[in-house]
């Protein structure tokens, strides 16, 4: 294969399936790429950008430029092309969500714990929601801060609520709050911190990537479909972990090592995310399409008096 030909935007795996979606993932979201150093990272993006220019140094070989491609991914935005915080990017959600998952899953017995535990989990989600957003659509510092503080708020009024709820209820019961917590501030942090592609609209495109116009259900679409991707992501280790912990702690040799069982529940978050941040990234594309006759009436007619019929999806990007 003649290098200077080589297309490296084209995907590697068909991302129209899950198992190709799933494949790239693992491959972007490996935590391994959180410990390069940026120069290395911006190395990867020189040699990503001279390929696209036509400009392959020579000697590269195909491997490299797919290492190349996998660094751009993992730690460059789609959308801006600039390099996202360390703490926010795909590749750095299995030993930052490992810890602090094992951590809210050891502590749930008393409010005061609760309370830090799912106030760390927000400040690390209000991050990670505003590195992967559809940085064509603007958000200013206040929104940022109303949508932390709303979220923060709802996870610390969900778990404090059922947390004295449940004093009365099964221990397992109360080991299951902290998901409940979770999956309630993510239906309010993600469109909070991205309610500007709400209230204006998404940025679509026809598949060649003309752009068509700005829609508000394309919007609610894509960030639907993370929301439900991030709560996915959570579900096994909170709701699965918490019935092995339930059963092992009944063992007299886990009795004796109380205090490794923080560590302990840390390593297992740790096995289940591994698994399933590539998979819940998968469960949805991320250049998200919609059919034209389902855009708002104004934008469907504007594309029709363009394009006709020949334009019968748009394409945008849901974001993670």
């Given at each position: 294969m003649?290098?200077?030909?080589?297309?490296?935007?084209?995907?590697?795996?068909d991302?129209?399936?899950?198992?190709?979606?799933?494949?790239?993932?693992?491959n972007?979201?490996?935590?391994?790429?959180?410990?390069?150093?940026?120069?290395?990272?911006?190395?990867?993006?020189?040699?990503?950008?001279?390929?696209?220019?036509?400009s392959v140094?020579?000697?590269?070989?195909?491997?490299?430029?797919?290492?190349?491609?996998?660094?751009?991914?993992?730690?460059?935005?789609p959308?801006?092309?600039d390099?996202?915080?360390?703490?926010?990017?795909?590749?750095?959600?299995?030993?930052?969500?490992?810890?602090?998952?094992?951590?809210?899953l050891q502590?749930?017995?008393?409010?005061p714990?609760?309370?830090?535990?799912?106030?760390?989990?927000?400040?690390?989600?209000?991050?990670?929601?505003y590195?992967?957003?559809?940085?064509?659509?603007?958000?200013t510092?206040k929104?940022?801060?109303?949508?932390?503080i709303?979220?923060?708020?709802?996870?610390?009024a969900?778990?404090?609520?059922?947390?004295?709820?449940?004093?009365?209820?099964?221990?397992?019961?109360?080991?299951?709050?902290?998901?409940?917590?979770?999956?309630?501030?993510?239906?309010?942090?993600?469109?909070?911190?991205?309610?500007?592609?709400?209230?204006?609209?998404?940025?679509?495109?026809?598949?060649n990537?003309?752009?068509?116009?700005?829609?508000?259900?394309?919007?609610?679409?894509?960030?639907?479909?993370?929301?439900?991707?991030?709560?996915?992501?959570?579900?096994?280790?909170?709701?699965i972990?918490?019935?092995?912990?339930?059963?092992m702690?009944?063992?007299k040799?886990?009795?004796?090592i109380?205090?490794l069982?923080?560590?302990?529940?840390?390593?297992?978050?740790?096995?289940?995310?591994?698994?399933?941040?590539?998979?819940?990234?998968s469960?949805?594309?991320?250049?998200?399409?919609?059919?034209v006759?389902?855009?708002?009436?104004?934008?469907?007619?504007s594309?029709?008096?363009?394009?006709?019929?020949?334009?019968?999806?748009?394409?945008?990007?849901?974001?993670?």
């Open positions: 003649a290098l200077r030909t080589f297309d490296i935007d084209a995907q590697r795996w991302q129209s399936t899950f198992m190709g979606r799933l494949k790239h993932f693992f972007i979201t490996d935590c391994r790429t959180a410990l390069l150093p940026d120069s290395k990272l911006d190395e990867a993006k020189a040699l990503v950008e001279s390929c696209r220019a036509g140094p020579p000697g590269t070989t195909v491997e490299q430029l797919y290492y190349a491609k996998k660094l751009y991914d993992s730690a460059f935005h959308d801006t092309g390099r996202m915080n360390l703490i926010g990017r795909m590749s750095f959600q299995v030993p930052g969500g490992m810890a602090i998952t094992g951590f809210m502590f749930y017995r008393t409010v714990a609760v309370v830090f535990w799912q106030w760390v989990n927000q400040s690390f989600n209000a991050l990670v929601n590195t992967n957003r559809n940085a064509a659509s603007p958000i510092s929104q940022i801060g109303v949508a932390y709303t979220a923060t708020s709802t996870a610390l969900t778990a404090v609520g059922l947390n004295l709820y449940t004093k009365k209820a099964p221990p397992l019961v109360a080991r299951w709050v902290p998901f409940a917590a979770v999956a309630a501030a993510n239906c309010v942090n993600i469109p909070m911190m991205r309610q500007q592609e709400i209230l204006n609209g998404i940025a679509v495109t026809d598949e990537g003309n752009k068509l116009g700005h829609s508000k259900r394309a919007a609610v679409k894509g960030i639907t479909q993370v929301v439900v991707s991030r709560i996915t992501m959570a579900a096994p280790g909170m709701i972990l918490p019935i092995i912990m339930e059963r702690e009944k063992y040799f886990m009795q004796r109380t205090f069982h923080g560590p302990i529940q840390v390593m297992m978050v740790g096995v289940f995310l591994v698994f399933m941040v590539p998979a819940a990234c469960l949805f594309p991320q250049r998200c399409s919609m059919a006759s389902n855009l708002e009436p104004e934008l469907r007619d594309i029709v008096s363009q394009y006709g019929d020949s334009v019968k999806q748009v394409y945008f990007n849901k974001g993670l």
